[in-house]
């Protein structure tokens, strides 16, 4: 029996190497270029704008749950990749490099100037993609000036702290922080 062939999305997801140059690579450079177009209309409009929950219900391909909260300005290059709970804040300067899959569950408090990323470049072959999916569990605290690396899971109630740089797990009801983060206290 034979193997349907993955998409390149699916591809991306399960962290198999992505080249830059195949032929498929037109549909990811179609849809970041949706994205940054919506990105820009976003950034223009005054925070009270009735537009703004219009595009990011068009960024992100869904319509984002009347409790949550995404404040402007926002980086976010694959909306569609981007999955948002019930009851999330999300504060000014959101940087989100979503091409390998962000989730983030319920209750999760992002501070301003975040970055989350999924993806990285082959060490040999810079053209190669390696993406990770990251996952921020429920009631997470995300401090401001964090960072999230690809392929890390934040586990429920968790803390990052202001500026951290976060490369591996974090378990549930933990405080971490720092660069590379270090556990700081279990809650």
Known sequence: METAEKSIWERLSDGDPVSMTEPGYAEVIAELRRCESLNFKLNQ???????????????????????????????????????????????????????????????????????????????????????????????????ACASIMPGVTVGDNAVIAGGAVVVKDVEKDTVVGGNPAKVLKHI
């Open 45 to 143: 409009l005054p925070p009270d704008d009735s537009e703004k929950r219009r595009l990011l219900n068009e960024l992100l391909d869904t319509e984002l749950d009347r409790t949550s909260t995404i404040h402007t300005s926002v980086q976010i290059d694959f909306g569609r990749r981007l999955k948002i709970g019930r009851h999330v804040f999300i504060n000014h300067d959101l940087t989100v490099m979503s091409i390998g899959g962000i989730e983030i569950e319920d209750g999760t408090m992002i501070g301003p100037n975040v970055t989350i990323v999924t993806d990285n470049h082959d060490l040999q072959n810079r053209m190669l993609l390696r993406c990770r999916p990251v996952h921020i569990g429920r009631n997470v605290w995300i401090g």
